[in-house]
């Protein structure tokens, strides 16, 4: 495998402690590289290898090279409840000082990540980088110094992460955005956001990902469907999960009969939010599952997954999961939502509360409707979101 002259590498960093869409995709990738004996290698930080391969989602291999960050990482999350402990205080100083506390602790370790970078491509000979979220945003200027060739994977649908501020240089995607080789979009309305925003500073090679996909093995239909309701995903404005509690509160106020289970699966800054609101209006029907190692359980059961994204729910890995599982969905009609979803597989939808709760249940209580619905979006998955296509383009893009 080490026989060519140069070899190519992913990089896939998240330092937060968790994972989102991006990393099991990549994830998922590289497994399937392996199997093929292709030529790559991942670099990914400790604490995301961790969480990736107890969830099963990464399988050990001898060409992951791990930057051990186990030490000095200051996680989003925490920087987030920080900043808005601050903000409660109202104290303009301390948002000020704890922004550049922030900075520093990222500054120190992005300086001992760069001396193992360097060492990595040197040591591997890698001339040719993929680079995903802070894979790409810690390494470009390595890459540029050493004319290592880098394609950044620009996924940040619906923030556009491009701020100029020094403290969050280590955040934002305006100097990657402008000095990356290649430019590979997650769909085509965020290359065009992305464009909108950046203009002329993008002079990289764009182009936009074929399509989205999952390992299919855990994600079947289980049969016979209960009548669970699955709202699953990172808990965070963008997600819109209040919509959803607002949704399932009209369901349990207008139907208080109805035989019906709530699944809120994730963690995120909304988390305490949705749980008071649930005690305080007495949803007896809502089930909080954290962080579930194995989702499939659920959605293999489940009759209705609903993804109320604010700017997008395309590709969504969690939508892709549930339509695989036969779920008929209902759907915020935002961005590329319509790529993944029809009216064939589900209902598009404003993300209102009483649209939602009604889409709801036309699905629990018409169990022709549902199945039918269910059986195309994953007819769908399968046959236009599958790894294959992607490892095809994505290895004629690497060797291009």
């Given at each position: 495998?080490?026989g060519?002259?140069?070899n190519k ?5 998240n330092?937060?402690?968790?994972y ?11 497994n ?10 991942l670099?990914?930080?400790?604490r995301?290898?961790a969480?990736?391969t ?6 050990p291999?001898?060409r ?8 000095g990482?200051?996680?989003h999350?925490?920087?987030?409840q920080?900043?808005?402990r601050?903000?409660?205080k109202k104290s303009?100083v301390?948002?000020?000082?704890g ?10 370790l992005?300086?001992?990540f ?22 790409g ?9 050493l004319?290592?060739?880098?394609i950044?994977?620009v996924?940040?649908?619906?923030f556009?992460n491009?701020?100029?501020r020094?403290t969050k240089?280590?955040d934002?995607q305006y100097h ?6 290649m430019l590979?979009?997650l769909?085509p309305?965020?290359k065009k956001d992305y464009l909108?925003r950046?203009?002329k ?13 999952i390992?299919y093995t855990?994600y079947?239909p289980?049969?016979?469907?209960k009548?669970?309701v699955?709202f699953l995903?990172?808990l965070?404005?963008?997600k819109n ?5 607002e949704a399932?509160?009209?369901?349990e106020q207008t ?8 699944y ?5 800054s909304m988390?305490?939010?949705m ?6 209006h ?5 089930i909080?599952t954290?962080?579930h ?18 700017d997008?729910?395309?590709?969504s890995?969690?939508?892709i999961?549930a339509m ?6 209902v759907?915020?009609?935002?961005g590329?939502?319509?790529t ?8 598009l939808?404003?993300?209102k509360?009483?649209a ?6 036309n699905?629990?209580s ?5 199945k ?5 979006a994953?007819e769908?998955v399968?046959?236009?979101?599958t790894l294959d296509?992607?490892?095809m383009?994505?290895?004629d893009?690497m060797n291009?």
């Amino acid at each position: 495998m080490d026989g060519k002259r140069f070899n190519k590498a992913l990089c896939v960093l998240n330092f937060s402690g968790r994972y989102g869409g991006a990393e099991k995709r990549y994830a998922t990738l590289f497994n399937r590289l392996m199997q093929q004996e292709l030529n790559y290698y991942l670099i990914m930080n400790s604490r995301l290898y961790a969480v990736l391969t107890e969830s099963s989602v990464l399988l050990p291999n001898e060409r992951i090279i791990l930057f051990r960050d186990g030490v000095g990482a200051l996680s989003h999350a925490k920087r987030a409840q920080n900043l808005r402990r601050e903000g409660r205080k109202k104290s303009k100083v301390r948002v000020f000082l704890g922004r550049w506390k922030y900075f520093m602790k990222t500054l120190f370790l992005w300086l001992r990540f760069s001396f193992f970078f360097v060492g990595v491509l040197w040591k591997k000979k890698i001339r040719l980088l993929y680079g995903v979220w802070q894979g790409g945003i810690w390494t470009w200027m390595w890459c540029r110094l050493l004319s290592v060739r880098l394609i950044y994977s620009v996924n940040g649908s619906g923030f556009l992460n491009t701020e100029t501020r020094l403290t969050k240089f280590f955040d934002s995607q305006y100097h990657v955005l402008q000095y990356a080789n290649m430019l590979d979009f997650l769909s085509p309305s965020l290359k065009k956001d992305y464009l909108g925003r950046m203009g002329k500073k993008l002079k990289a090679t764009c182009v936009v990902t074929p399509n989205s996909f999952i390992d299919y093995t855990n994600y079947y239909p289980v049969f016979p469907k209960k009548p669970w309701v699955v709202f699953l995903g990172r808990l965070e404005p963008i997600k819109n999960p209040m919509v959803f509690m607002e949704a399932v509160q009209w369901i349990e106020q207008t139907k208080p009969d109805l035989e019906a289970s709530f699944y809120v699966m994730g963690t995120g800054s909304m988390l305490g939010v949705m749980q008071q609101f649930a005690l305080r209006h007495n949803l007896k029907n809502v089930i909080f599952t954290g962080l579930h190692p194995n989702p499939w359980k659920i959605l293999r059961e489940s009759s209705v997954f609903v993804s109320l994204q604010r700017d997008e729910n395309y590709p969504s890995q969690s939508l892709i999961e549930a339509m695989a599982c036969e779920n008929a969905v209902v759907v915020t009609d935002v961005g590329d939502t319509r790529t993944l979803v029809t009216e064939k597989e589900g209902f598009l939808i404003d993300a209102k509360p009483v649209a939602v709760a009604q889409q709801i249940l036309n699905l629990l209580s018409d169990g022709s409707l549902r199945k039918k619905l269910g059986k195309n979006a994953r007819e769908k998955v399968l046959n236009d979101h599958t790894l294959d296509r992607f490892l095809m383009w994505f290895d004629d893009l690497m060797n291009g």
